[in-house]
């Protein structure tokens, strides 16, 4: 029962914010955690809740609309469905993630659900009681590493220290910027972000220490970032980029606390909180000479490192279901998923841009997109990529033949098999293993009980598993 442990995994790893029920294949409640803020005694409606039936529990959930149901029903995962549920005192509006729980042999075991609180209104007012929610709760993720470092980044916003983020570009470190302010006490105070590559170097002095009228020709009396951003955070992006003049000056400000405006003559106290970001390991940087080690000490007493996408490949396509459901909902369309092939494409891509390649490529590719399913004629960028990267002709068609057994009229027409004999053969033995690879595949997506599976192929069941096993098809 090797899925039990990674139903223990995502129990341990859920973080305090989010709920967690856990329901088994007869929709019994096995495992139950309400949201923060959810407005029930805990222990005591858990009590009422574990080892009932799903539909039982809340008056609102159906067959129809429970997304732990539709999962149990279809083994797919569903993301940031909205769900309105009413408590005692409350009525409740969550986002609701619900994943399928899978054995080896793929046939569904229960499924996991993940809540987060959106609203909560008392019952008979129009009073909202605000749970003060954090943009944290936008980064999805089911990666161990991911899950830890926003677990950490819930405590660091508790104090003031100096933090730096780094990782690769697209890596969503402005997001945890913004999470750090949300959670924190100066969540009701400015946020100042500032790209520090963006501006020229001969333009930074006074953008962050601002200008006095008269100090120099055409000058106005104008704030500097830290005196917009104070009593909250001032967040600096690729601060890397900063020379290292500038950040000698900033240094000197940071250690005092205290701002003079370029041409004024009187020192302005300030509050802030500082966030940078650096796309390279500051470390590394500093060891280079390309960030002052006095500088770095100063902004870097929390370091926070976000992993490449490449190195968390179970959110790829999570990633990509999320932001399917973004699009769909802004763009007004119906688009359902990727194709298979599509979906082998985006799992064997390194992504060096990180999450936001995949949104923009997701994005490109509704544009192009007039059927259900994202298809690789619309991720021709992507395609010209791998190209572009090292990967020849032959690499981009292994990729697309390699989950071809999904489409028979691409491999298996007729004129397709006569156009192959024709110009470079055929390996017989690949295409029956592809063409018996389809069918499996076709029976499994119609029934997970391999014993059914099995009568339908005319087949024992030892049989079956013998031949999933050889073809690797779970």
Request: aromatic residues 6%.
């Amino acid at each position: 029962m090797d899925y039990l442990k990674e139903v223990n995994r995502i129990i341990s790893s859920s973080d305090s914010v989010a709920g967690l029920m856990v329901v088994n294949k007869e929709g019994i409640v096995e495992y139950y955690k309400p949201c923060r803020n959810f407005g029930i005694d805990e222990l005591e409606f858990g009590k009422n809740v574990r080892g009932k039936y799903l539909l039982d529990v809340y008056k609102e959930i159906t067959a129809d609309n429970s997304t732990v149901m539709k999962t149990l029903k279809t083994g797919q995962v569903t993301i940031g469905q909205q769900q309105t549920l009413t408590t005692d005192h409350f009525q409740l509006t969550i986002s609701s993630t619900t994943y399928p729980i899978l054995d080896q042999d793929g046939s569904i075991q229960g499924a996991i659900d993940v809540a987060r609180l959106l609203d909560r209104k008392k019952i008979g007012t129009d009073e909202n009681v605000n749970p003060h929610l954090s943009i944290l709760d936008d980064i999805v993720t089911q990666n161990e590493e991911m899950s830890r470092l926003k677990r950490i980044v819930r405590e660091v916003a508790k104090n003031d220290s100096p933090t730096i983020i780094y990782g690769e570009t697209g890596t969503g470190k402005e997001l945890v910027a913004e999470a750090l302010h949300t959670l924190s006490s100066r969540k009701n105070r400015p946020f100042i972000s500032q790209n520090c590559a963006a501006i020229p170097s001969n333009l930074l002095e006074s953008l962050f220490f601002g200008t006095e009228k008269g100090g120099f020709t055409g000058a106005e009396s104008k704030k500097g970032l830290f005196e917009l951003a104070d009593g909250g955070t001032l967040f600096l992006d690729e601060v890397n980029s900063m020379d290292v003049s500038m950040q000698a000056k900033l240094l000197k400000v940071l250690e005092e606390q205290k701002v003079r405006r370029v041409g004024g003559k009187e020192d302005i106290k300030f509050d802030v909180r500082i966030v940078s970001a650096s796309n390279e390991n500051p470390e590394m940087l500093t060891n280079k000479g390309k960030i002052r080690s006095d500088f770095y000490y100063r902004i870097g007493v929390v370091k926070l490192m976000l992993p490449p996408l490449r190195e968390r490949p179970e959110d790829i396509l999570l990633l990509t279901d999320h932001f399917i459901k973004v699009f769909n909902q802004k763009m007004n369309k119906h688009i359902k998923g990727l194709t298979q092939m599509t979906l082998h494409l985006f799992t064997k891509w390194r992504w060096p841009g990180n999450v936001r390649e995949l949104k923009n490529t997701i994005e490109s590719a509704f544009n192009m997109e007039d059927s259900d399913f994202i298809t690789l004629d619309s991720v021709q960028d992507l395609l010209q990529k791998i190209e572009e990267d090292g990967a020849t002709a032959r690499n981009v068609q292994e990729i697309v033949q390699a989950d071809s057994v999904e489409s028979k009229d691409l491999i298996f027409s007729p004129e397709a098999i006569k156009e192959m004999l024709s110009t470079n053969g055929v390996n017989l033995k690949q295409m029956m293993e592809n063409y018996e690879s389809f069918i499996l595949t076709e029976a499994l997506k119609q029934d997970r009980k391999l014993a059914k599976v099995a009568a339908r192929l005319s087949i024992s069941p030892q049989k079956l598993q013998y031949r999933m096993e050889k073809l690797n098809l779970k």
